[in-house]
């Protein structure tokens, strides 16, 4: 079974240029995440959707970053204008939505470090 | 805002020694998982417990989720090498997960 497919793995750009990650999830999982990993942290949720609705975005700077997920199946994370506290790994993770889904397991993909200049 | 916090946040030690992981938080979450990550890569996840006092043995590691829901342990015995890595808790609340702040382990050959 293949896993989650996160493109590019490494990105440097300057402030206030536009970048966008791409994540393609484990076919057949419902539910897709978007995580922001600081250096030497844990992961922070950004959004979390359900097929193709928003269960969760509390955490996301809107002002600046977007999120969407055609069709319930890929999703692009898009950073506009990016700031240099952006930089970080972003980590794309999947789930089967198992029930109860507090027992759900997330698989994660291997991310993608950007660095902002 | 971060509910989960780990301790240590760094540790570092010779192959066969043991060593414990703690996760704590004042919230109560519905289960708690671990996972391991190694650089350049996702996390793996390793355990989820569920149970107020559950205890879950994976080879070596044994975890264990406090009686009130709000904290856990992680045991290793004997470590080694292949243990490095950056350890994670997780705890489910509201419908999501939230990450602990991480203990990275580097055990010396």
């Known amino acids: 079974e293949a896993g989650v497919a996160q493109s590019p793995r490494y990105k440097i750009i300057e402030k206030r240029q536009s970048v966008a990650f791409w994540c393609n999830p484990i076919s057949g999982h419902a539910t897709l995440y978007w995580y922001q990993q600081i250096l030497g942290q844990g992961p922070k949720l950004l959004i979390q959707?359900?097929?193709?609705?928003?269960?969760?975005d509390s955490q996301l700077p809107k002002d600046r970053f977007s999120a969407e997920r055609l069709k319930g199946v890929d999703s692009t994370l898009k950073i506009q204008p990016a700031k240099l506290e952006d930089s970080a790994v972003y980590l794309c993770?999947?789930?089967?939505?198992?029930?109860?889904?507090?027992?759900?397991?997330?698989?994660f993909g291997p991310g993608t470090r950007l660095t902002v200049l | 805002t971060q509910l989960l916090e780990q301790s240590p946040q760094f540790l570092s030690i010779q192959e066969g020694e043991n060593l414990t992981v703690y996760c704590n938080s004042s919230?109560?979450?519905?289960?708690l998982q671990w996972y391991r990550q190694e650089p350049g890569e996702g996390p793996v996840l390793l355990v989820t417990v569920v149970t107020g006092g559950e205890v879950k043995k994976l080879k070596r590691l044994t975890f264990q989720f406090g009686d009130a829901r709000k904290d856990s342990s992680l045991h290793i015995t004997a470590a080694q090498p292949g243990d490095t890595g950056l350890y994670l808790c997780?705890?489910?609340?509201?419908?999501?997960?939230?990450f602990g702040t991480g203990t990275r382990l580097k055990v010396l050959a």
């Open positions: 997780a705890g489910y609340r509201t419908y999501k997960y939230i």
């Open positions: 959707f359900q097929n193709n609705g928003v269960v969760d």
């Open positions: 919230s109560v979450f519905s289960s």
């Open positions: 993770a999947s789930s089967l939505d198992h029930f109860p889904a507090r027992t759900d397991t997330q698989y």
